[in-house]
């Protein structure tokens, strides 16, 4: 009879420590430390994380591979190779900085040690700094806790890899397109059933959960199930990270593999929303991911995606297609998941209705009513840290896209709230965001790049903010980054309602290095997903001047000043103060982009010019 080794009662100690981390065996998680001592939390499945708590709990000790299977797969058969990947991406986590060896040291044909030294620490609450991860050993349902404490700036990469190393692999950015597009579906169900009330029991903290459910394996490769198993708890993982919703966990959810059932039969029994199912099917070269979100309560198909990779190294691949999952439902998931209005809103209803805003309406006529929107969630909760960093992301993309009635007066607003929602909460993501986005409104986009990098740090799933740290990294000079960071942002959400932005963005980056092909195919992309922004024609007008298209140019010419509200004023000179004195860039936009604008047909000067063209574009999310 197999052995099962528990993993509860793991004695009242329940916090240890060792080399550079902290693990909380009760099922708050796995955090980093830095020099300070400050902890952040690292994203790692469920399985994983047991895997960990019961080597770590055995320091020193041979663990069979049958104790261990036992005892983080408890009355589950699968495969060996489920254990293997696990303690593969344990590895890559605690063995990052090491010198010697691994910290888990394997035991041929026999099982696993820890070897690292572990010191256990009596605590009676987790400190502040040290917020639950959402992905503990024992739960059966995950909530991500808000990070405390100050962010040190100073240690976080400006490069694209460091970023989100352990992230930028390919599994990771199949996992984001399906996120991002799943919360876009949800977003929308949210808003067409806004009064509809909650089926079943009510939960007071939140209207929207959801279950990942097995991801079913189709390959004639049966051994192949631990990747599909992979996929299934990373992405679980991941939607854990976002506030506030609810993720069942990968063990309830496993539990519907040989007890299948329809999604408004999970969705009764578990009180869950969202139902993700999928499947994986792995031919000698390639992979193929298919993922669907179901309406629990009707049955109804929300969406339906399918991903297909090169094979490659199958252990990354697993990794991209998780991610690129993660990151399509990660960029609007937080609306979506907000509660679920009732007779009389709360803060949450109108965060999610003024997010709403900019996905309906177009973007200049949208901030007042968004403006509105967050300043009623203000009202009603005035310490609120996303209603005061939402607020302030409105103000300052008023001021950007030239619509605000005092651009001053919204940008000391602007700056007020991000000082109270910095001082509430440090190392809130949505709050650097904000304070970026301020700065970039005040052309200190060197100012702007670690407040970016701070949101990424917190929110590595974060597109928008990928793409506004690459803009920001252009803009000061560092062309080659801030393209990678731009393509990374539109390869994690290539559907975003960004995407035509961020096109346009990468193609003028082609545009300014010479690669006028190249610029073309990323503008015509913009033009076809955004047609409304103004400068996006202005730079088809200026590459098709450079090829001498003379006839192309003029119409793209006419369709930037049909679009823009101060088309008639069109200049270079007007289009020159859109980027303010950037000498880094000056000279490759003078001999590529202002010529092409030249010969286009565009003046050099216009009597009275209103305004400028916009090139720091804004767009909330």
Request: hydrophobic fraction near 40%.
């Amino acid at each position: 009879m197999q052995q099962k080794e528990s993993l509860d009662g793991l004695g009242s100690t329940n916090l240890v420590l060792f080399e550079a981390f902290q693990l909380d065996l009760t099922g708050g998680g796995l955090f980093r430390l830095d020099q300070a001592g400050i902890a952040t939390p690292v994203s790692i499945s469920s399985r994983a994380l047991d895997l960990l708590g019961l080597l770590v709990e055995r320091q020193g000790q041979l663990v069979s591979k049958e104790s261990i299977m036992g005892a983080v797969w408890p009355g589950t058969v699968v495969e060996e190779g489920n254990l293997t990947v696990h303690v593969s991406a344990l590895r890559r986590i605690l063995d990052e900085n090491r010198e010697e060896g691994s910290c888990i040291q394997t035991v041929p044909g026999r099982g696993y040690r820890f070897t690292a030294p572990v010191t256990r620490v009596q605590r009676a609450a987790r400190p502040d700094s040290s917020p639950s991860s959402g992905n503990g050993i024992g739960g059966t349902i995950v909530e991500k806790a808000k990070l405390q404490g100050p962010v040190p700036l100073g240690e976080i990469s400006s490069t694209p890899g460091p970023i989100g190393e352990a992230r930028h692999s390919y599994r990771l950015r199949i996992a984001a397109a399906i996120i991002g597009t799943l919360c876009l579906v949800v977003l929308t169900v949210a808003l067409t059933r806004w009064h509809s009330p909650w089926f079943g029991e009510a939960r007071p903290e939140s209207r929207l959960s959801i279950i990942v459910l097995p991801f079913a394996n189709l390959s004639d490769d049966r051994e192949q199930q631990y990747f599909a198993d992979g996929i299934t708890e990373d992405l679980t993982t991941d939607l854990s990270h976002i506030a506030p919703i609810f993720v069942i966990s990968p063990r309830t959810a496993f539990g519907y593999r040989d007890n299948p059932a329809d999604a408004k039969q999970i969705g009764h029994e578990l009180r869950v929303h969202y139902v993700v199912e999928g499947s994986v099917r792995r031919s000698s070269s390639e992979v193929r991911v298919d993922a669907k979100l179901i309406d629990a309560e009707s049955g109804a198909l929300l969406w339906a995606e399918r991903f297909d990779r090169d094979a490659g190294d199958f252990f990354t691949l697993q990794d991209e297609m998780t991610s690129r999952i993660a990151v399509a439902l990660n960029l609007e998931l937080l609306a979506a998941a907000a509660t679920r209005p009732v007779e009389h809103p709360d803060v949450l209803d109108y965060i999610l209705r003024g997010r709403a805003v900019y996905l309906r309406v177009p973007i200049r006529d949208g901030h007042a009513a968004a403006i509105s929107l967050f300043e009623r969630a203000l009202a009603l909760d005035p310490g609120c840290v996303e209603a005061q960093s939402r607020l302030a992301m409105a103000l300052t993309a008023r001021v950007l896209d030239e619509v605000s009635e005092s651009a001053e007066t919204d940008i000391a607003r602007a700056r007020e709230l991000i000082l109270q929602a910095l001082a509430a909460s440090p190392r809130d993501p949505l709050a650097h965001y904000a304070k970026g986005l301020l700065l970039r409104a005040q052309h200190r986009y060197e100012d702007a790049v670690p407040e970016y990098e701070a949101a990424i740090a917190l929110n590595r799933n974060w597109a928008s903010a990928y793409a506004d740290l690459g803009w920001s990294k252009f803009l000061v000079g560092s062309i080659e980054q801030g393209k990678s960071l731009m393509e990374r942002a539109a390869d994690l959400s290539p559907r975003d309602p960004q995407i035509g932005n961020w096109d346009s963005r990468i193609g003028l980056v082609y545009l300014a290095q010479s690669h006028i092909d190249e610029a073309i195919r990323w503008l015509e992309k913009a033009r076809i997903a955004a047609p409304e922004l103004p400068w996006v024609h202005l730079r088809l007008a200026s590459v098709y001047g450079l090829k001498g298209e003379t006839e192309r140019a003029a119409v793209e010419l006419a369709e930037a000043r049909r679009t823009d509200h101060h088309g008639h004023d069109l200049s270079i000179s007007r289009v020159k103060g859109g980027f303010w004195p950037l000498t880094k860039i000056d000279a490759l936009l003078e001999t590529t982009y202002y010529t092409g604008l030249r010969k286009a047909g565009v003046p050099a000067e216009q009597p009275s010019p209103v305004g400028v063209v916009r090139h720091v574009e804004s767009r909330v999310d």
